[in-house]
C-alpha cells in the first residue's frame, strides 16, 4: 500500500523546456492537490481536483497546467520552465468523511 | 485575504526548556494542523483540531485551538534533540468550501541545542 507516489523524485530542466509530474494514489480519495514550497514561504497551492475531471486553480497557479483524467492520478505539467518554478512540489490527497491529508514524498525540480 | 502567520520563524532553544509556537489565522475555520518536516523529507501529521477548546498532545508536544482568537498553540515541554525539525500549521478556512484546501503557516524552524 503506497499510498501517494510521487514521480520523479529529482529532475533538472532547462529554461523553456517541458515535463509533467505525476501524482499517483491507491486511497480512492476525491481530493488532490498540487502544493509547490520555497524557503521560508510554506506550502502554497497550485492547483486541486474535487474529482474525476475536474480541476480548479489555486494560490500561485501562472505557469502551470493540470489534469485529472482518472481518478487515481493527478499530473501537474510545466509548459515552459522558468527559474522561478525552481522548487520542491508536493502532491497531497484527501477523502469525503476523511480529515487528514496524506502528501507525498515531494519532486525536486531545478531550473537552469 | 486568507493568511496564516506563525511566530517564530526560528527558535533556538536548549535541551530541557518549554516553549510556544504559535499560529494566527485570518478568517474562520473548521479545521486546524500541525505537521513536522525534517530536512529534505516529506510532511508529518503530527495534530487534527476540529474545535474551540481541543488539546491535544503526544509525548513532548501539545497543540490547543481556540476558535474565538483564531489562534493555536504548539507546545513544546522539555525538549530535546531529536525535536529539532521545521513545523508547520495548515487551515481549512471555510470559504474554500468543499475543495478543503490547506492554507499553510510559513513554518517555524527549530534547533534543540544540547
Known amino acids: 500500500n503506497a499510498g501517494v507516489t510521487q514521480t520523479p523524485k529529482f529532475r533538472v530542466l532547462k529554461t523553456g523546456q517541458s515535463m509533467t509530474l505525476l501524482c499517483a494514489q491507491d486511497?480512492?480519495?476525491?481530493?488532490m492537490y498540487w502544493y509547490r514550497q520555497d524557503p521560508g514561504m510554506g506550502l502554497r497551492l497550485i492547483h486541486y481536483s474535487v474529482g474525476e475531471g475536474t480541476t480548479a486553480k489555486g494560490e500561485v497557479p501562472d505557469g502551470y497546467n493540470v489534469s485529472r483524467l482518472k481518478k487515481q492520478n493527478f499530473l501537474l505539467g510545466l509548459e515552459s520552465a522558468a527559474p522561478s518554478q525552481t522548487s520542491v512540489y508536493f502532491c497531497a490527497v484527501s477523502g469525503t468523511g476523511y480529515y487528514g491529508y496524506t502528501f507525498g514524498s515531494g519532486t525536486r525540480l531545478t531550473v537552469v | 485575504e486568507l493568511k496564516v502567520e506563525q511566530n517564530p520563524l526560528f527558535l533556538s532553544m536548549q535541551e530541557g526548556k518549554n516553549y510556544t509556537i504559535y499560529c494566527n489565522y485570518s478568517t474562520t475555520s473548521d479545521r486546524l494542523y500541525w505537521y513536522r518536516q525534517d530536512p529534505g523529507k516529506s510532511l508529518e501529521s503530527l495534530f487534527v483540531?476540529?474545535?474551540?477548546?481541543a488539546v491535544k498532545q503526544e509525548g513532548r508536544l501539545m497543540a490547543s485551538l481556540d476558535t474565538k482568537a483564531r489562534l493555536s498553540t504548539l507546545h513544546i515541554t522539555a525538549a530535546v534533540h531529536d525535536l529539532s525539525a521545521t513545523y508547520f500549521c495548515a487551515v481549512v478556512f471555510l470559504s474554500s468550501g468543499s475543495a478543503r484546501q490547506l492554507t499553510f503557516g510559513s513554518g517555524t524552524q527549530l534547533t534543540v541545542l544540547p
Open positions: 486511497m480512492n480519495h476525491e481530493y
Open positions: 483540531l476540529l474545535s474551540n477548546g
